[in-house]
């Protein structure tokens, strides 16, 4: 049976390094003695004022390509995820594939927040199996949140950061190997609860007789503390049951990097070796739809992701939104 397999990676993070002392003088507070002691955060990447989404995608999707020994031109799909696009519209997808010479390329953006890199994952892959005109396919998670962040908002402002990350889909008649099981999940409740909520139809930017819209991220509400990880080890047991193996077999998980410390809880619910779940918040911060690319890729050039490796991919974001997937290196 004709399937997909990730043949190769990338990832791209600004030049720009915001040590934790940063933010002690923005704020006028010690900051840095809580993220080093709770959230092991000790600096991030944040995109210059000429850089954008589309830019840190494009870095990404090269090194992606060129590890591949794909041609933008041999390419039939480019999946993008997103919640901090290029534009409103058109789809930041559109402007990458034009940048990259894609010419035979399909595009569109995915908005399932930081769910979306797991989503278009998916998505991808499924393409793969149900046509064959789809023979490689090139997916990326990019996060520029930080032209969103509201610079005295400490509970954002200290966390969130830029990046992206790539891999490259490709078709495969090797048995046993590539994706194996994937599942969505969306929590719509909370679907107030966190976002950027200026900008659309609900909210616009300018409307008659209001003051314009501030167009930044909110924390409206704290989200349960137990949510994550009693969602993500639910949904490492499900991708286990249908494939027949155990979330001890499992080789890496690469999961959402909004909080160390939920890593962890999902893990030992798992009954897992936290070893088995690969961050990079440390100095990356937290880059919403391109953190787990970004893992996947850091992981990849240590030399730990090896042949034969079964890796779960498990995502959430705002909406709330989750995606899961399960893929044999």
Request: charge should be negative; aromatic fraction near 10%.
């Amino acid at each position: 049976m004709r399937n997909a397999t990730i043949t190769a990676c990338g990832a791209y993070a600004p030049a720009r390094v915001l040590p934790n002392a940063y933010f002690d003088e923005l704020l006028g507070q010690d900051v840095s003695t809580w993220l080093e002691e709770n959230v092991e955060i000790f600096e991030r990447r944040w995109a210059a004022a000429d850089e954008s989404t589309a830019d840190l995608a494009e870095r990404a999707a090269r090194q992606a390509l060129d590890r591949a020994g794909v041609k933008a031109e041999e390419l039939d799909l480019i999946i993008l995820a997103t919640d901090t696009p290029e534009f409103v519209s058109p789809s930041t997808a559109a402007v990458l594939q034009h940048r990259l010479g894609a010419s035979r390329a399909g595009t569109f953006d995915i908005n399932t927040a930081c769910a979306g890199f797991v989503t278009a994952l998916d998505v991808g892959a499924k393409y793969i199996r149900a046509d064959e005109r789809y023979r490689k396919i090139l997916i990326i998670g990019a996060y520029a949140m930080s032209k969103y962040l509201n610079l005295t908002d400490k509970k954002t402002v200290t966390l969130f950061a830029d990046g992206a990350g790539a891999v490259m889909l490709e078709a495969t008649e090797e048995e046993g190997k590539g994706f194996l099981a994937s599942e969505l999940r969306t929590k719509g409740e909370y679907n107030e609860w966190m976002g950027i909520y200026g900008g659309g139809t609900r909210h616009p930017l300018h409307q008659e007789g209001q003051d314009p819209v501030q167009y930044q991220l909110q924390f409206v509400h704290k989200f349960p503390k137990e949510l994550n990880p009693e969602t993500w080890s639910d949904m490492a047991r499900q991708l286990s049951d249908r494939i027949g193996a155990n979330p001890t077999d499992v080789d890496h998980y690469m999961i959402t990097q909004i909080n160390v410390n939920a890593i962890r809880e999902t893990l030992d619910l798992l009954g897992v070796d936290r070893d088995k779940g690969h961050t990079i918040m440390h100095h990356y911060g937290y880059t919403g739809s391109a953190c787990i690319p970004m893992a996947f890729n850091d992981a990849w050039e240590k030399g730990l992701i090896k042949a034969g490796n079964l890796v779960y991919f498990i995502g959430s974001g705002g909406g709330l939104a989750f995606a899961s997937a399960a893929f044999r290196m």
